[in-house]
Nanobody, 123 residues
């Protein structure tokens, strides 16, 4: 059974940092590009950033550029989303998803999704 499990969410003050993890089980993550998405209450899901299967290429939404960094450790079958300088607008459920492609995209097309982890930025 293919599974993606996100972890690392929580409550953080504005300006703080969190690192989310996306761990895969049941399949080898290094064949897949991985995307991070988020959805806030009452809003559509949006792409946050993504990383190619090799980890050599990343792409970020303008709203998080310079603050968020995606990396991967294929040996651990895990992808990370480092989030710095967090803002209240970053509050959302964050999801990771796998795309059967060497290159990534912030658009739809991802076939396998995790269940998400809640990130709340509030003082």
């Amino acid at each position: 059974q293919w599974l993606l499990v996100e972890s690392g969410g929580g409550l953080v003050q504005p300006g703080g940092s969190l690192r989310l993890s996306c761990e895969a089980s049941g399949f080898t993550l290094d064949h897949y590009a991985i995307g991070w998405f988020r959805q806030a209450p009452g809003q559509e899901r949006e792409g946050v950033g993504c990383i190619s299967n090799s980890g050599t290429s990343t792409n970020y939404a303008n709203s998080v550029k310079g603050r968020f960094t995606i990396s991967r450790d294929n040996a651990k079958n895990t992808v990370y989303l480092q989030m710095n300088s967090l803002k209240p607008d970053d509050t959302a459920v964050y999801y990771c998803a796998a795309l059967d492609s060497p290159v990534c995209t912030l658009q739809n097309g991802y076939a396998s999704w995790g269940r998400g982890t809640q990130v709340t930025v509030s003082s």
